[in-house]
Structure formats: structure tokens, C-alpha cells
């Protein structure tokens, strides 16, 4: 069955530290892969995709993420973490079956960023 | 651009009533998707509708159905709520297959 794991529920950075979010998926076919970003009470912000080509994604609000076809992952990175980066990540892999698309969504990894 | 929005943003119902939450997704976009969030949790898939027609529906109750208007814009309805059904509400609208933009969503809480 498809599904995405991301391992860590809550993870805590100091201001200015590197950041990296762990994501496993499980699909049988080629992965269309996603993360949102959702800050408390608001709907979900796409920060960056893979469809194919170069592995190493780059998104918006200097995140990047690489996908790695043989350990089925998709992790989230980003060099120096800003107090706004505070929020719950969610990373989704696309699913189509019987005519239509969906996400597939983590139970996500709620950041927390220490000044 | 207007992105989707959703109305309306908190509803608070009591079990056994029904509830109907609407959504417009950004100018262009011909299909749209529900998703529920309960608390904690990553969001789940409810319907997908393209064209006003429903393309998809996830694993959900007959109690939960949907439809699109011949502007793109839907409308979410649950009947017979439940304590249970208490959730962030998500619509999404998409234009290329897969990439699909969420609204602020609709905060349901059933006492």
C-alpha cells in the first residue's frame, strides 16, 4: 500500500542551525513527491516538488530537498533556520489510481526553532 | 491572484446536525479536493472532483458527500455528525496533475 513515514513527530533547532527533515515513502511506481509547510490554524503551503529529472530540489523560503530512489526518501533540508521557520512540515507523495490523483500526506514533524 | 479560499473559517455544530462548507479554488482551476485534518494528524483524502463530476473518493462515510458548480466552486456536506468529524477541513484546487494549492481551510468542531 502507499504511505509516507516521517519518523521524528517533533524536532527542536536553535535559531541559525541546519535543518533536516526525514521523510520514507512507499510507492510502486515513479513518485511524485511534495512537502507543505502548515503554520498553526492555516492551510498548507507548498514549498517544494519532485516530478523527475534532478534529484536535488530546490524550494521556496531556502529549502531544498533530495530524493533518494534506492532508501525511498525525500528529506527536507535547509542550511541556517530562521524563527519563522517554526511550523509543522508535512511531506505527501502523489497517488493516482481509477482515474484520479491525491496526496498521500506524513503524519508531519512539528518544528520547533530555539532563539 | 486570489488564491483558494473557503468558507466559512470556524463552525461549531452539534451532533446529528448537518454541516456544509464551500470552496473556490484559483481562477483557472477546474478541479478541486477535500481533505479532513483531525488534530495531529497529516491531512486525509475525501473526494476530488473535475469538470463537476467526482473523480475520486477516499475511505469516508455515505454521511460525507460533495459537488462542483459550473464555476469550479464546491461545496463540502456531512450529515449526521459526529464527535468524531471534529477536524480542519482542507480544499485544494490543481490545475497540473498532482500539484495542488490549499486553502486556509474550515475548522469544524462537533459538540
Known amino acids: 500500500a502507499q504511505s509516507v513515514t516521517q519518523p521524528d513527530i517533533h524536532i527542536t533547532v536553535s535559531e541559525g542551525a541546519s535543518l533536516e527533515l526525514r521523510c520514507n515513502y512507499s510507492y510502486g511506481a515513479t513518485p511524485y513527491l511534495f512537502w507543505y509547510v502548515q503554520s498553526p490554524g492555516q492551510g498548507l503551503q507548498l514549498l517544494l516538488k519532485?516530478?523527475?529529472?534532478?534529484?536535488l530540489v530546490q524550494g521556496i523560503k531556502g529549502f531544498e530537498a533530495e530524493f533518494k530512489r534506492s532508501q525511498s526518501s525525500f528529506n527536507l533540508r535547509k542550511p541556517s533556520v530562521h524563527w519563522s521557520d517554526a511550523a509543522e512540515y508535512f511531506c505527501?507523495?502523489?497517488?493516482?489510481?481509477?482515474?484520479?490523483?491525491?496526496?498521500?500526506f506524513g503524519a508531519g514533524t512539528r518544528l520547533a526553532v530555539h532563539p | 491572484d486570489a488564491g483558494v479560499t473557503q468558507s466559512p473559517t470556524h463552525l461549531i455544530k452539534t451532533r446529528g446536525q448537518h454541516v456544509t462548507l464551500r470552496c473556490s479554488p484559483i481562477?483557472?482551476?477546474?478541479?478541486v479536493s477535500w481533505y479532513q485534518q483531525v488534530l495531529g494528524q497529516g491531512p486525509q483524502f475525501i473526494f476530488q472532483y473535475y469538470e463537476k463530476e467526482e473523480r475520486g473518493r477516499g475511505n469516508f462515510p455515505d454521511r460525507f458527500s460533495a459537488r462542483q458548480f459550473p464555476n469550479y466552486s464546491s461545496e463540502l456536506n456531512v450529515n449526521a455528525l459526529l464527535l468524531g468529524d471534529s477536524a480542519l477541513y482542507l480544499c485544494a484546487s490543481s490545475l497540473a496533475q498532482y500539484e495542488q494549492y490549499f486553502g486556509p481551510g474550515t475548522r469544524l468542531t462537533v459538540t
Open positions: 519532485y516530478f523527475s529529472g534532478d534529484t
Open positions: 481562477s483557472g482551476h477546474k478541479s
Open positions: 505527501a507523495v502523489g497517488s493516482f489510481s481509477g482515474g484520479y490523483n491525491k496526496l498521500i
